[in-house]
């Protein structure tokens, strides 16, 4: 799947020295959710296993490509009657910001919506990720819940937003 900058696509064997490469960033890290976020390389053998798990059991998973180069995943998961839940997540700090998720989500939602023929789409942002919540509200998602201390992050509790948006809704926006 492709839109003007990005490129879903299959896993590939370039994709290993791409994700060493880019290996782990504390800010990035922090929006997953880790409980103690830090910056540091990434092993030739831990990115190739990252790169193997991808497209496993139950998931439908894409890397993401940003104009010519890895940037990230994109996965749907958790299909339950007519719905699944959507996760995406960058890698290169350098190109946050730039609008990539934007067309990720509408690019996931399209196929979601369209090929699966899903009738709902969910996810689960941190609280503090206001970036990413200003990315799936322009693709349609409104929040429906929180899930409350759903990650400890640097000792801090934080809650998780749980977002959703329907055929229906996103038909509408398009």
């Not at 990005?6 to 290996?23: I, S």
């Not at 959710?33 to 497209?55: D, T, Y």
């Not at 439908?60 to 699944?84: K, M, P, T």
């Not at 890698?91 to 730039?98: E, M």
Request: glycine letters at 10%; charged letters at 30%; one cysteine or more.
């Amino acid at each position: 799947m492709t839109s003007d900058r990005v490129v879903l696509r299959e896993a590939t064997l370039a994709d290993v020295l791409a994700r060493k490469d880019l290996g782990r960033h504390a800010d990035i890290e922090r929006m997953f959710g880790a409980a103690h976020p830090v910056s540091s390389p990434m092993s030739q053998e831990v990115a190739e296993a990252w790169i193997a798990e991808l497209g496993g059991e139950g998931r439908v998973e894409w890397v993401v490509e940003a104009e010519g180069a890895f940037l990230g995943v994109a996965r749907l998961h958790s299909f339950d009657a007519g719905s699944a839940r959507f996760a995406v997540g960058f890698f290169d700090p350098a190109r946050l910001g730039k609008g990539y998720g934007t067309e990720v989500t509408s690019l996931v939602l399209d196929y979601a919506f369209g090929d699966l023929d899903l009738e709902e789409v969910t996810l689960a942002v941190l609280a503090f990720n206001e970036r990413a919540q200003r990315c799936y509200q322009a693709c349609g998602f409104r929040e429906v819940g929180r899930v409350a201390d759903a990650a400890v992050v640097d000792g801090e509790p934080f809650d998780d937003i749980v977002m959703a948006v329907t055929s229906e809704e996103r038909s509408k926006r398009t």
